[in-house]
Structures are given as C-alpha cells and as structure tokens.
C-alpha cells in the first residue's frame, strides 16, 4: 500500500460525529458520497499493489491454497483467488444495497417483501413504503453498475486479460456465508449456496474479573446495563458524554459503560467507566437488563444469543439495519445520536427494562438462534471444508448465472409471446375483413344481377 | 369411505400400460383428465368422511395431538389440521406442475432457469424450451385455479365456516419437507420453511438371503443388474414381457428380475424372476451394475445413495421427471415403455453399464447425497420436533403469504409509478407548449409594435 495513503476510519467517525449532523440531507449525501469515493480508491490502489507484485503473486501461487475465504466489502480477494484459480468462499454481513448478493450472487429479492438492506424497512410494508423499496432496488441496480463501471470492470479486465466485470469475478463464489440468520433475518427467498450463519462468534459467558463480578453483583434485584459503543467511538464531545452520563444516573441499574474519554461531570455513582469490557460474558451474565449498542452486527448478535433487550444508537455502515431489525422484531428500542435527549435515552432504557415484550422477544430471539440442526461455526466450517475436497461446491450452483438479465427475467420470451398475440389478432382481423369484403361484394354483384 | 368406490391404482394402470399407447395425444389428454377428475372426487368424499364424522372428528381433537404430518397430494390433512388447530408439516415429493409449491407454499419458480416439474426440461434451457416453460407454468397457473375451484374451495369454506381455498389452507404448513436433495434436483431459489430431504429413507446395505448371494457371487466379474417396475406393475402383456427377457439374455451379467407374472418364453439362463427383491441391500451391493427401473422416487434416491447408474422405464406420475432428472445429470438412460424394442433395452443397459461417464456420475451424486451436514432423515426429525416444541415455526415463514397477487408482483407499484411518469411527461409538455405559445405570442405582438 502506497505509504501516503492513512487509515479512513478516523476520518469517517469524525465524518459521522461532527461533520454531518450540522449539514442538510443533500449536502450530507454528498460528502458521504465523496468519502466512499475515496475509501474505494484506496482499497482499489491497495488491490493493485497485491495483483501486479509478482513477487508476492507467485509466492501466493506457489503455496497452493486450496480454498479463499473472502469479505468482498472490500474487493480484491475474488480477484486474486480468479488470478491464482483457487475455489474461493465469502462471508459477508451485508453490502451496499444488498447489491453483492443481489445482482452477484444472484440472491432473490422480490421488492414486495424483501426490503433493501440498511433503508430501515421491515418485510411488512405499506404500499408507499413498497414504492420506495422498489425505487430504491432500481436506484441500487444502477449504483451497482456504476460502481463497477468507475472503479472495477477495467482494473478487473486488465489484470485478468480478458473483459469481465466485479460481478462476474464474485459470482463464481462457491459458498455465500451470510453472516444473519432466521434470529435476525426476515424470512426470504434464498439459494442452496448461501448458508445463514449468522453468530457464529457467539460463545456461553465466562466469569467476570473479581472486581467486576462484584460490581455486577452489587446491583442487587435491579440488575445492571451494559453500554458499549464500539471499538471505533473512542471519544465523545463533553456536551454528549454529559447528557449520556445524567441520564445513566438516573436509573435503578449499575451501568458498566466502556468509554475512554475524559470523565463526565454528570457521571452517577452507578455508572462505572471502563477501558474494555469483557461484552460476551457481561452480556450473558444473569443481572444483565439491557444493552446500549451502536449496533455492530458482533454486538448484536451476542445480545441475541443471551437474550438481551437493547438500546440502538447507530451511526453507520450496517449499524442502522442492525438495529432496524431488532427493533421490528420487538427487541430493541433505536435512538438518535445526533438528537437525542437526556429525556430521549431515559425513556428507551426504561422502556426495555420495564416492559416485558422486550425481554421475551428477545428470549424468543436467543431460543430460535440456540434451536437449530447445526450451531452456524459448525455449518460454517462445514461448508468451507466441503469446498476443499471437492474443489467447490458446483451441485449447488443456480444456472442464473449462465442467463443474461433479459433471459432471467424471462423478457426475450415475454416479447416473443406477445409477438405472437399481436400477430395473431392481426392475421385473425386481416382474414375477417378479407371475408367480409368478398361477402360484401359477392352481395352487391349478386343485387345487380 | 362409500363402500361402493373401487381401489383406483389398477384402473391408471391399466389406462397407462394397455388404453393411452394406442390413442392419439388429444384422446390419452381428455381420458387421464376424466381418469383424475374421477379420482380427485374420490379423494373429496373420502375426506367428506372424515371431517364431516363428528364422532372422529371429537375423538382426533380430544386425543390432542401436538402436530400432523401430511402429504398434499391427495387433500384432506390440512383441513383436518386447520379444524383441529394443530400446526402441520407437508411432505411431498412433488405436486401436479408444482402447483402446490409454488402457488400455495410461495416457492419461487422463475421459468427461466427453474423447470416445470414432470415435462421433462432441465435447469439449462433453449429459448424454446423456456417459452415453453413459461406457457406451461401460466397454464399450471390457471389449472391450480381451476382445480382449487372445482374440488375444493366450496368444500374448505363451508367445512371452515368461512371463505377459504385450498392454498390458503396449504400455505399455513409450518414446514415443508421436499423430498428431494440437490443430488437430485437442479439448484433453485427456496424459502427457509422449505427443507430438502431427499433420500430419507435410504440406509446401508444388509446381506442377501444365502440363495440370492449364491447368484449374485456366480455372476463373476461382470456383475448384476437389478430389475424392478416397482409395486404396481404385477403383470405385463407377454409380448412385452418376452421382448425384455430376450434382450436381457443378451447381456453377460445376471439379472434380478422382480416380476410376478408369467415365466416368459424367452428367459435367459442368466436372468431370474422373484417375487420381491431386497431392493435397497441388492443396489447396495459391489456386483451391481446397474439398475432398471420405472423410476419411483424410492428407487431412484436408493440407486443415488449407492451410486448405481440407471435405466429409467417410466410409466405415470414422477416418473418421466424423475428419470429426466437423472438423465440431465448423467446417470441414467431413458427409455419408453410403449414404444421399446429389444435393441433400445439392450443398447441402453450397454451404456449404463461400459460408458464410464454413467457410473462417474452416479458416484458423484452418491457422495454429494452423503456429504451433507445433517442426514435428511436427521433434518426431517429435527423440524418436526421443532414445530412440536415451539408449536410452530413462525420465524421461517415468509410475509408473501400475506401478500396478493397484484402486490405480490409489484404490479400495483408498478402501475403507480408508470401513472407518475406519464402524468410528469404529460405537464412536462403541456408547460413546454403553453411557453412556447406564449412567447410565440409575445414575438408577434413585438413585431406588430
């Protein structure tokens, strides 16, 4: 990677923090649009430094690897697997749009039912809401295209020597590993080569550190909240941490809040900072009441295998679908880090911790993520070690991927049969003014005579 | 069941073996439509006797059952469920022109890559075939309608005490257990209340009785083939019996033939006749070459499990489409019961039996069957023990079953937005030209000044 090149993930935090929440919605989209535009340059200049270093090319040849696993968020791994023709797996949370799945991987998504990823829309929608996904669906498609068209689809056909698109090269997936599941997903068409696997990092609590096991333990009937918000957020204004703070202090509840900023002066004698938290195992630990959550799918999913009701406070990537779908299925309550009010996170927090819909579903959530026929780490590894002793996994491979659009959707046979039709009706009206016209005037000749 | 309604299995079979062969297409169409009319009324008097017993009917739902297992194919079990309140499982094989499936459990079927099941097309068409499949899946389309209307509905809504059709009772099926495995079938998109089983009942080979081994043994190097036309066929006219005898003769390998009827005149000394065979310990043997078959399910998963090439004589139902299956995958070779000769049964027993390709791909299929995460009959158990500990699967079920036709579709939307452009293109123009006029005007009456 070409040295001048820095990390992006402090630019976009600082981007989401400060920048966007004084600007209006187009100006937003568009400096949001300018950071993506310059995050993909980057992971593109970091792809052509692996493909054309042939050093570092012909060592990846040389240690023949049996099998890739992929996260294309950031393309280049099914480039290279194509490069060194290797059967190559991916694990993907999401992409933009759901346009990786989509229009790659060829996943069904009738917009009737299936609403676009990270739009906050649920399966059950409104006709207006349907409008929008539809319109929305369109919108991706095209963005899919350009996406391509601007970033990939030369450098791609360049380094492979022939023309190709990002979409062809991620189509030859083996295996889709989707890294939801029924827990979290709404139920939707699927094909044999995507396995749902979502929560596969999830693993029963371990005891806590003495101090904190005391601490936890110290709430006594009222339980504690656990508040994370991520590995990225590090700092908060003072403004924002104070509000955070007063409100925390005013529930029943300890709270165990990873923060390493400065103090709050608002700051509760309930509420304890922390460095790092051990999430997993506080989320799972009996007293815990609720979880205050940026929404990061590892998060979120630990939530659910506990069964932990949640607070959402997400900022960006997938965060806001994450919490969108929780919230829908009854198992979480989603605020605003831009607007919220001390009133605001008071409110949500005791709405999960009071009523009790929010623990059942969640409940709910954890028994259907612990009742399947395979935990999703063994499917996984499954699936992945299936790849390697056959060298792919071609029986579960849809034909789509050998149809163009208009084959797909069935167009070219549409446009015949009405052809037909029209022909029919034609040929049908023709005869029968033929027949008229010679009955006419076998008629008219027949008066004269 | 009326006392006076006979048995209907010798009737189709007779129709199929002796009747349709000799009658033009249009005439076997209308007399297996008259033959199904026939028994679907059958079935609906059968299941008028059920639901409309009260003393059964009291003494089902007392016995409180925790969920019912039914196959679609002949109706009733999800009446009986829906009046009883028990959840249900389906299990099928497959329904006429996947109707069920499709229009009632939602399953996606796009015509162009996903075969109308029973016509014999695979999932890689021709632009032909697939305007074929496509008239076919409208025609199914409009036929489910029809039969849905003509047997059914009334029947349902009044058992119900309410308006009601057939699929809406069918789509409530918590579960739906193909019995099918991608070893079978061509991949395709589903739904997570859909899992496939195929091969179920499959099971390791046990011993030949003595006297059976004895044979099989003697059979040396070349092997055994194994012959069977499944339960239904007892007897076959001696024409043809002695024609398939003739041609077995000929071939180096011992024959296992289960056949009931006369001794054939042509018997060859290689080839004996038995009244029942271990199927499944018999496929599963090292000496076996290959296996004739009408192609029922059973027999077809069992020749998949042990990896057994085949040629497939089929005659009613699943057959043709079972058989077709394995032929677009290169295991079988079909031939046509009516029409056959001596040379077609030999020539094709002689492919099966020294192409290689034949028993490649059997081999393949067998291992794709037995490397799978879970056994099918492992996955079957596991969902029905799941609907009965959760009393249900709600979370699997999709949110197109609330859907309609229209909505499904996106029609409405569709149309919605058309409306939006064409209004827009309409005031477009209409501003377009009452600027003009208005400046037309402007200019003239500048020039006249």
Redesign the interface.
């Known amino acids: 990677m070409p040295e001048d090149r820095e990390d992006k993930s402090d630019e976009l935090l600082n981007l989401i923090l400060n920048v966007l929440p004084s600007l209006p919605f187009w100006q937003s989209a568009i400096k949001l649009n300018d950071f993506f535009i310059g995050l993909t340059g980057n992971f593109k200049l970091l792809c052509e430094s692996v493909v054309y270093n042939k050093t570092l090319m012909k060592k990846l040849l040389e240690a023949n690897y049996d099998i890739m696993i992929i996260d294309p968020v950031t393309p280049c791994g099914e480039l290279v697997a194509e490069l060194l023709a290797v059967p190559f797996v991916i694990t993907l949370r999401v992409s933009v749009g759901g346009n990786m799945e989509r229009c790659c991987g060829k996943l069904?998504a009738?917009?009737?039912?299936v609403p676009v990823p990270m739009v906050g829309l649920t399966?059950?929608m409104t006709?207006l809401e349907?409008?929008k996904n539809?319109?929305l669906l369109v919108f991706f498609n095209f963005w899919m295209q350009d996406y391509d068209f601007h970033f990939w689809k030369q450098f791609y056909s360049e380094a492979l020597g022939r023309p190709t698109t990002i979409c062809e090269i991620l189509g030859k997936a083996e295996i889709w590993l989707i890294r939801t599941y029924?827990?979290f997903e709404?139920?939707?068409?699927?094909?044999?080569?995507f396995e749902f696997v979502g929560g596969l990092h999830c693993k029963p609590a371990k005891p806590l550190p003495e101090e904190m096991e005391e601490f936890v333990q110290s709430s006594g009937e009222d339980g504690v909240v656990v508040f994370s918000l991520g590995s990225l957020v590090q700092n908060l204004t003072e403004e924002k941490s104070d509000l955070i703070a007063s409100a925390l202090a005013q529930i029943p509840q300890k709270v165990l809040w990873r923060y390493k900023g400065k103090k709050p002066a608002t700051l509760g004698a309930n509420t304890r900072l922390y460095d790092w938290i051990p999430q997993n195992d506080l989320l799972g630990h009996p007293k815990t009441k609720a979880f205050i959550t940026h929404g990061g799918m590892n998060g979120v999913y630990e939530a659910i295998y506990h069964g932990v009701p949640m607070v959402g406070i997400p900022m960006f990537g997938d965060q806001p679908d994450n919490i969108a779908h929780m919230k829908a299925k009854g198992a979480a309550v989603e605020i605003s880090f831009n607007t919220m009010t001390h009133a605001d996170l008071l409110r949500a927090l005791r709405t999960v911790i009071n009523d009790p819909s929010y623990k059942e579903n969640a409940m709910r959530l954890s028994?259907?993520h612990h009742?399947q026929?395979?935990k999703p780490l063994?499917?996984a590894i499954?699936?992945i070690e299936?790849v390697m002793?056959?060298k792919g996994a071609k029986?579960?491979?849809?034909?789509?991927h050998?149809?163009t659009w208009v084959?797909?959707?069935?167009l070219?046979?549409?446009g015949?049969?009405m052809a037909c039709v029209a022909i029919s009706i034609f040929l049908v009206t023709k005869c029968c003014l033929f027949t008229c016209q010679k009955l006419g005037k076998t008629r008219i000749k027949t008066k004269r005579e």
Chains 1, 2 share one sequence.
């Open positions: 069904p009738p917009p009737s039912y399966d059950r006709f349907r409008v539809t319109m029924w827990d709404f139920p939707r068409p699927y094909l044999p080569n028994k259907i009742d026929p395979v063994d499917r499954f699936w299936y002793r056959h029986h579960l491979r849809p034909a789509i050998d149809l084959q797909y959707h069935s070219d046979v549409i015949f049969l």
